[in-house]
């Protein structure tokens, strides 16, 4: 029964703000046409400028091969966070409880 009491009064609620939203006088009913820009300069052609390098002064260096793998290190072993959340709550299982006291 309240369950049905509330969705009424949403409903009626709902109702009226859409009401009230179709009478606000947000824009004015007058129409206006719509005015494109007018871009009057088009693409031509001319020559292009000079080759420069988007790295600037940096000491950018670039090599083609193949690197052993040994080169290139072990990745670090990161323990998976199930393990992770599997000792802690192990931990928290054998961690001391605290006593519950009922004064009176």
Known sequence: MKTTIVALSFLCFLCATTALGQSAPVLSNVPSPIQMQDHPQHASEHA????????GNSPYTYAQGEVPLADLGSPVYQTPLGD??????KEHITAAKAIKVLEQ
């Open 48 to 55: 292009m400028t000079q080759e420069s390098s988007l790295f």
């Open 84 to 89: 992770i959340a599997r000792a802690n709550k």
